[in-house]
């Protein structure tokens, strides 16, 4: 189930029940993030009508689930986590995809249409932001071949790759969850 954790005192109000037909379900499997806005949120689960790792975004406000991302329809054999974007407009698998692991896939939470896919550009621990002009990214160290240890960021709405910092030495922690100034 998703719902809502009250630190302080300990109540827990469930908004989404997962319908029969999973198991295993996972919030992103440790790394994933709500929306800013505490709306979306991305759940792993095992489809055991096939036995297929799939990821489905729940509407938080609504109590609702989207369709299944089908991981091995996508070439995913194993995400190391999945998240919904800062906005909400999209779908972010980490993982094992074509064989090789860091590999980053993203699609449209709204169509479930794939949206980018950089197998030249994997990275490490990276976060998912907002840049100035109000554009969905995923920032961090780029730990390829063609733009080894540069800050990178990756479009999720085009599909675009962008270096954002020259090389230097630098850390695999990324972090953009400074929501109140972005950029």
């Known amino acids: 189930s998703v719902g809502y954790w009250n630190v302080r005192t300990q109540g827990v109000t469930r908004v989404f029940t997962a319908p029969a037909g999973y198991?295993?379900?996972?919030?992103?499997?440790g790394e994933g993030n709500v929306s800013a806005d505490g709306r979306w949120v991305v759940v792993l689960a095992k489809r055991t009508s096939d036995g297929h790792q799939v990821a489905y975004a729940v509407d938080l406000a609504s109590g609702t689930k989207s369709g299944d991302i089908d991981f091995p329809a996508f070439g995913v054999s194993d995400a190391d986590w999945a998240s919904v974007s800062q906005l909400g407009g999209y779908i972010v698998i980490h993982g094992v995809i074509d064989g090789v692991?860091?590999?980053?896939?993203?699609w449209s939470r709204t169509t479930l249409q794939q949206t980018g896919y950089w197998?030249?550009?994997?990275?490490?621990?990276?976060?998912?932001?907002?840049?100035?002009?109000?554009?969905e990214v995923a920032f961090g160290g780029d730990a390829g071949t063609l733009n080894p240890t540069q800050m990178v960021t990756l479009d999720l709405a085009s599909g675009g790759f962008s270096s954002v910092s020259r090389p230097t030495t630098w850390d695999w922690h990324a972090s953009t969850r400074n929501t109140r100034r972005p950029g």
């Open 119 to 135: 197998p030249a550009h994997p990275l490490g621990h990276f976060d998912l932001g907002v840049t100035p002009a109000g554009r």
């Open 23 to 29: 198991s295993g379900a996972t919030l992103g499997q």
């Open 101 to 106: 692991g860091q590999r980053v896939k993203a």
